[in-house]
């Protein structure tokens, strides 16, 4: 397993939790889990993405855990949690490790607002037709993230679309080769294929570190088993409480032609939330507007009510107005 350790300050440092615990997933997986933030107040589950940790989130559950109960994880092979055995990287896994964290930190009859990031979110459209998310998720976020074509819609390499790159990039994804250590040139390369061209040398330092303490095998292994590979439109039906879902205009690695697709394809948008000149890792690069955007969904679903309850109608779209943000449609 891997840990991080973090050289930037202030907001991008790691959170002390409140509480850690070892959440044991249906195989018997161990999943590192932290909470933060005061026990009775509203639950937001945050989810991380490839190659990162719960690190990933601690400028928004910095701000979050003034007011909210803030439940984070470390997905199989990342920070914390041990890596994967054999058959142990797949979409299932996600749902089952989501479902476990699930169950070990809301108390029964407790719903949260669930976000995920880049295979984050594939983790939550993983677990889409599994009873326990429709009750245990009021409202949910897909962050920079896709259902399919991954490999074929992602625009890291300079080249025309079409069969040459799609082969090109494959191969870099899956890639098993080691990052080096970070310096100039590798938060150069970094920054150039995942986040927008505004990111501070701040943000690309605390991208940096966490994503190259994340191992190689590990790196490979969900890329060739999940991302290269992934299908899960068919999941998106059973999405039927509200989802929102955030893009950053230049997110070379999830464009937001991926995000348009899950958002046209949801039976209850909660709206399309686009970021302009943000990359790939918006819940560092923009961290107040994701920040915004779950407090709106905590406002609107968690907050008593129908809403609460999962008993009323579907929610109609929402619009946010956190800074940075432009082309903002719903579904």
Known sequence: MSRAT??????????????????????GHRVHTEIHGPEQAPAVVLVHGWTCSTAFWAAVARELAADHRVITYDQRGHGRSPAPGPGGYSTAALADDLEAVLAA???????????GHSMGGMTVMAAADRPFLTERAA?????????????????????????IRTAVQRAVLTSGAPLGPVNGISRAILKYATMGPRATREQVQACAEIVHACPRKV?????????????????????????????????????????????????NGAGLT?????????PIEAPDAVCSVLRGLVRDHLGGGEAASGTGAPAEPTATTPGNLVGEESA
Request: charged content about 15%; some cysteine; aromatic content about 2%.
């Open 139 to 163: 409202a949910v976020l897909l962050c920079n993230t896709g259902s399919s074509r991954l490999v074929a819609e992602s625009a890291v390499l300079p080249l025309p679309a079409g069969r």
């Open 6 to 27: 973090h050289s930037p300050g202030g907001r991008y440092a790691p959170l002390a939790a409140v509480r850690e615990l070892t959440v044991t997933s249906a195989d």
């Open 274 to 282: 686009t970021l302009d000149g943000m990359g790939h890792m918006t």
């Open 105 to 115: 930190t809301l108390v029964p009859g407790e719903r949260a607002v669930v976000a």
């Open 219 to 267: 790196r490979a292994g969900w890329a060739t088993d999940v991302l290269a590979v992934l299908d899960l439109d068919t999941c998106l039906g059973a999405l039927t409480m509200p989802a929102a879902v955030i893009t950053g205009s230049a997110d070379r690695l999830t464009p937001p032609v991926l995000s348009q697709r899950i958002i046209d394809a949801l039976p």
